[in-house]
């Protein structure tokens, strides 16, 4: 079966530089989240999106912002990046089926900044 | 705020026995609660889920019991295997008009062969 897919699988950047993530939710699946994992730590959940509208935020920076696309994929776009932004970014995806479903995650990106 | 949270951070079962991890939670608005797996450097992974109008939910080998009375939460998992050393988180909703899933701190759990 299909599932989240997110790439870049691992990526290294300097302070100040930016990235995007991308993630690609299962087909037919119109809600995707963000979460940020640090080492040792819960998911902390950041963005969400259904419909390519912003459903809800949670604890991202303002240097942060993400989007969804009209074919449902999501970017997370970082700027500015900090050495405490190294972490392990998950997006997962749900149908919005009344809202008692579970979120599919994806493999996650791990994110180093040096 | 409102948050999730486990009573152990770590717990060594013997292979074979039974494991039992527990969920603290905070928002009383919360409807639906979900526990997931997360091996070393995957994402994590659903195990079983439980609406706010059961007490009980069984799976395959796992089992979640829900006292709403008290905002605890717990996973059962019988008989267990090396493969289900992994951290184990709870995670809660609240439907009235959130999408977000809230973790709580997972617990390690390691199957002593």
């Known amino acids: 079966a299909a599932g989240v897919i997110q790439s870049p699988r691992h990526l290294i950047k300097e302070k100040r530089e930016t990235a995007t993530l991308k993630c690609y939710p299962i087909?037919?699946?119109?809600?995707v989240y963000w979460y940020q994992q640090g080492p040792g730590q819960d998911p902390q959940f950041l963005i969400s999106?259904?419909?390519?509208?912003?459903?809800d935020k949670g604890s991202i920076p303002d240097r942060f912002s993400a989007q969804q696309f009209s074919d449902y994929h999501s970017e997370l776009n970082m700027s500015s990046l900090e050495l405490g932004d190294s972490a392990l970014y998950f997006c997962a995806s749900s149908p919005r089926r009344g809202g008692f479903t579970e979120a599919f995650f994806g493999q996650g990106t791990r994110l180093t900044v040096v | 705020g409102e948050s999730v949270g486990l009573h152990l951070p770590t717990l060594s079962v013997q292979e074979g026995d039974n494991s039992i991890i527990n969920c603290a939670y905070s928002n009383s608005a919360s409807d639906y609660f979900i526990w997931y797996k997360q091996e070393s450097g995957k994402g994590p992974q659903f195990i079983i889920d439980i609406r706010s109008n059961m007490d009980k939910r069984q799976g395959q080998r796992v089992t979640v019991l829900l006292n709403k009375t008290v905002k605890h939460l717990s996973l059962q998992i019988a008989a267990t295997q090396p493969g289900d050393s992994a951290v184990y988180f709870c995670a809660e909703k609240d439907n009235f008009g959130n999408e977000k899933l809230t973790f709580g701190t997972g617990t390690r759990l390691t199957i002593i062969p």
């Open positions: 087909p037919r699946h119109d809600t």
């Open positions: 999106f259904y419909e390519k509208m912003q459903s």
